[in-house]
């Protein structure tokens, strides 16, 4: 603190905004939107009720679901020059980098998208980007398989459709199966907002000077995609597999976690806010039983997870520090057993927090927040005369 800046890393004990969208409990591992409990939600409700509800703040009637997801499939077509920019990228390009860009893009397409200042302009940018954006991660995963860059289908529920235009083989009727749905239906609610953490403080801030949804909620694709945050559940599974390959020595990587010249974190693990157990991560865990169970899928992985989760939750450093496994510690085993490959884990929580991310940025600019604009401590170079070149 120096005069009246107080420096706090991280934010950890700065409040950025009120907001009435979600409340988060940490020491009681308690976790509502707009009042409902996660676990109801999770068990009654549909994706898409949960985005109607985080982004208008009320349970939908049912003409308000249809009429949502009514304008949302009049949206869900993207400008095929779009595919121009898709075809730019290697296949080898992680599909977080592509969706950032291609939501960017988005904006050139959709010019109107940027100047809301209406309720009415707000809706249509909404419900533009919930039918666009599944569109475009879809195509990420198809560009990666090689396949037709299709559209979805309709006559489908918001998350089926989601299915489909991930996994439709050309010339081939795709089949629904009702467990994949339930499980992505319950996933992507569970993913759909999470107050102020760090994208969604990332798509606040952008919003904050202004600039159009879709490139606010660009950049918090962006930081999404670190590992520190929701590019954690592809780096869990990169853990346990390498674990796996160790012979399942949980004792190793729980050392190297633990030794502070080691930059090695147990990934899955920990949380800013929780200092118990993540509430989604009790619900996902049990899902991924279920979920395996029905599928017929046997998976070490999970038993590697759970002897890790069962190590770590006897060890002191982690019971100590209040480490317990968060959303990302299970979610992947499930997304791996319903075929999604590891590099779309991080996609799939962005498909899941995009209401949450339209639901705060619509909330930051109704209340007319500021601008985004912290302060600092000075630390560098007092005053310096100029030097020419010859003098230095
Ligand atoms: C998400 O914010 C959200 O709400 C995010 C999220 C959402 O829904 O939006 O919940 C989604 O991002 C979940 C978190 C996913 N990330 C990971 O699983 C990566 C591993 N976890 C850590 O990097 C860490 O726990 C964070 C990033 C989640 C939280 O970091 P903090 O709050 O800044 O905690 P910290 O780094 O200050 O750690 C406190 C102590 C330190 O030890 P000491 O210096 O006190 O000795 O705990 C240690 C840390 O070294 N620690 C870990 C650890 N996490 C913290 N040690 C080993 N392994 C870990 N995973």
């Known amino acids: ?123 249509k940018a909404i419900v533009k980007i919930m039918g666009k954006f599944p569109v475009l991660a879809a195509w990420t995963l198809r560009k990666r398989n090689g396949l037709p860059l299709d559209y979805g289908d309709r006559s489908l529920g918001y998350v089926e459709n989601i299915l489909k235009m991930m996994f439709k083989q050309p010339n081939e009727d795709y089949t629904l199966n009702p467990i994949l749905i339930n499980a992505l239906d319950k996933l992507l609610i569970l993913h759909a907002d999470h107050e102020q953490n760090c994208s969604t403080s990332t798509v606040r801030i952008v919003g904050s000077s202004h600039a159009g949804l879709f490139v606010s909620l660009a950049a918090g694709v962006s930081a999404l995609w670190g590992p520190l945050h929701g590019g954690a559940n592809q780096a869990v599974l990169e853990m346990l597999e390498a674990i796996k390959e160790d012979g399942g020595d949980t004792k190793k990587y729980m050392a190297k976690a633990k030794d502070k010249d080691d930059p090695f974190r147990l990934m899955g693990f920990g949380h800013r806010v929780y200092k118990n157990f993540d509430p989604r991560a ?74 949450g991310w339209i639901a705060q940025w619509r909330e930051m600019r109704l209340n007319k927040e500021p601008i985004g604009r912290p302060r600092q401590i000075y630390t560098g170079a007092t005053y310096r005369k100029f030097k020419s070149i010859d003098e230095r």
Request: glycine share 8%.
């Open 1 to 123: 603190t120096k005069g009246v800046i107080t420096i706090d890393p991280g934010y950890k004990n700065t409040g950025s905004c009120e907001s009435a969208i979600t409340f988060l409990e940490g020491d009681k591992g308690i976790l509502r939107y707009r009042g409902y409990s996660i676990e109801e939600l999770a068990e009654k409700a549909t994706f898409l009720e949960v985005a109607y509800l985080l982004i208008f703040g009320e349970l939908p009637t049912r003409e308000q679901l249809t009429k949502f997801h009514n304008d949302i499939k009049g949206q869900s077509v993207v400008d095929e020059d779009v595919k121009k920019i898709l075809d730019a990228f290697p296949k080898s390009a992680h599909p977080m980098g592509v969706l950032a860009s291609l939501t960017s893009a988005l904006t050139a397409f959709n010019p109107s998208s940027v100047n809301v200042n209406s309720e009415e302009d707000m809706y």
């Open 282 to 355: 009790k619900i996902i865990k049990k899902a991924a039983d279920e979920v395996l169970a029905n599928l017929g899928v046997e998976d070490p992985i999970l038993d590697v997870a759970k002897g890790l989760e069962r190590e770590a939750l006897e060890d002191s450093y982690f019971v100590d520090r209040k480490l317990y496994p968060n959303v990302d510690f299970y979610s992947g085993i499930i997304y791996r057993a319903m075929g999604i490959p590891v590099e779309m884990f991080t996609v799939m929580f962005a498909l899941g927090r995009l209401p």
